[in-house]
Structures are given as structure tokens and as C-alpha cells.
T-cell receptor
Framework: DAKTTQPPSMDCAEGRAANLPCNHS???????VYWYRQIHSQGPQYIIH???NNETNEMASLIITEDRKSSTLILPHATLRDTAVYYC????????????FGQGTTLQVKP | DVKVTQSSRYLVKRTGEKVFLECVQD?????MFWYRQDPGLGLRLIYF???????EKGDIPEGYSVSREKKERFSLILESASTNQTSMYLC???????????FGQGTRLTVV
């Protein structure tokens, strides 16, 4: 079973920030929080990851709470091309390397 | 760039056929994965391999087997294809358990 829970769907207006939440209350100390997205008919693609600290790259920002039990992916200026399914999953040696995906959040960016 | 290549983008097979789905990665990754994806069910892990000749069952291994004779290649085998195995199949690889996974473009398999 997936160790993360995400809302099934969200809407966002084009040009606005999209904030996608993820709960991972049973996260272990050596597990990283990874985010991927899947655009229709393609394989998932990596977006960003973090362990404890907040992270930012050219695509997004990742905010991890101090207790590490939840995180938020932020797309600062969503475009129509950001419409996709977003997955939050945990990577780490404690799960014997298996990558278990949940249902993800379908983000619909609207004009 | 890391590349994960799946041998076919689309496949149509008959019920009862033995089907091989091939996946090759070119970055010397230790871990490789096979998933299937169905509408409303997300990505479900079928099998996982963490080394040559090593494999572990995922959440839905029934009806499937795998082979990893070389580090770069991970094959998914449907011993006797059935219509309920019609699905999108995705292969992925990662260097270690805590590193980024790279996915192939997927194989859409239809069993008739």
C-alpha cells in the first residue's frame, strides 16, 4: 500500500500558484519525499525531492513540515501544460527499494 | 540523459499467448521496476529487481513473471495472456532506492 495520501483532484487558474498537498505521517527517518508528474499517455517524470529542508528548482518548490509528516509541492505560475497527475511518493532503503505509487492528484489548470 | 526504452509502444496479442515486454536502461542502474496502469487505479507495482537475477514481488504479481539476466535489461513475461491483462505497462529504473526513478514511455498491451 502507498504510504502517502493526496487529494484526488484540484483546479488552478492559469498564472496562479498551484499548491499540491501530500500526507506521509508514517515516514521513516531515511525516506525522501519525491514528486513526479504524469502527462497523459507518457511515463511519469521527476519533479523534485527533499529529505528535511525545503527545496527549489526550475520547475517547482517543495515545502516539508518540520515533523516531516506532510509536504506541499508548489508550482509558482501554473500554465496549461502543467495539467497532469502529480504523485508524491517515498524513496528510501527502509522500503527495500520498492516504489509504491498512490492515486496521485489530478491537477487541472484552467485558462 | 538517462534513457529507459521499452521495446514496443503498442502490442496486440491473443488470449493464451506468451508475451514478452522488454525494458532496457543505459545508465547502469541497480533497480528496475514494472508497473501497470489502469484508469482509476493509478500505477501498481508488478515486480521489482534490485540486482541481476534478483527480484521481488510487487502488489500484483499474479499472472506475471520477470527476468533480469543482465543489469540493463528487465523483461516482463505474461505466461498465458488474458483479457484482464490489457493495460498500459510502464518500466522504470533508479540507481539506488533513494534516488530518482526514470520511466519509459510505456507499452499499451491489448489482449483479444
Amino acid at each position: 500500500d502507498a504510504k502517502t495520501t493526496q487529494p484526488p483532484s484540484m483546479d488552478c487558474a492559469e498564472g496562479r500558484a498551484a499548491n499540491l498537498p501530500c500526507n506521509h505521517s508514517t515516514i521513516s527517518g531515511n525516506e525522501y519525499v519525491y514528486w513526479y508528474r504524469q502527462i497523459h499517455s507518457q511515463g511519469p517524470q521527476y519533479i523534485i525531492h527533499g529529505l528535511k529542508n525545503n527545496e527549489t528548482n526550475e520547475m517547482a518548490s517543495l515545502i516539508i513540515t518540520e515533523d516531516r509528516k506532510s509536504s506541499t509541492l508548489i508550482l509558482p505560475h501554473a500554465t496549461l501544460r502543467d495539467t497532469a497527475v502529480y504523485y508524491c511518493i517515498l524513496h528510501g532503503s527502509s522500503n527495500t527499494g520498492k516504489l509504491i505509487f498512490g492515486q496521485g492528484t489530478t491537477l487541472q489548470v484552467k485558462p | 540523459d538517462v534513457k529507459v526504452t521499452q521495446s514496443s509502444r503498442y502490442l496486440v496479442k491473443r488470449t493464451g499467448e506468451k508475451v514478452f515486454l522488454e525494458c532496457v536502461q543505459d545508465m547502469d542502474h541497480e533497480n528496475m521496476f514494472w508497473y501497470r496502469q489502469d484508469p482509476g487505479l493509478g500505477l501498481r507495482l508488478i515486480y521489482f529487481s534490485y540486482d541481476v537475477k534478483m527480484k521481488e514481488k510487487g502488489d500484483i504479481p499474479e499472472g506475471y513473471s520477470v527476468s533480469r539476466e543482465k543489469k540493463e535489461r528487465f523483461s516482463l513475461i505474461l505466461e498465458s495472456a488474458s483479457t484482464n491483462q490489457t493495460s498500459m505497462y510502464l518500466c522504470a529504473s533508479s540507481l539506488w532506492s533513494n534516488t530518482e526513478a526514470f520511466f519509459g514511455q510505456g507499452t499499451r498491451l491489448t489482449v483479444v
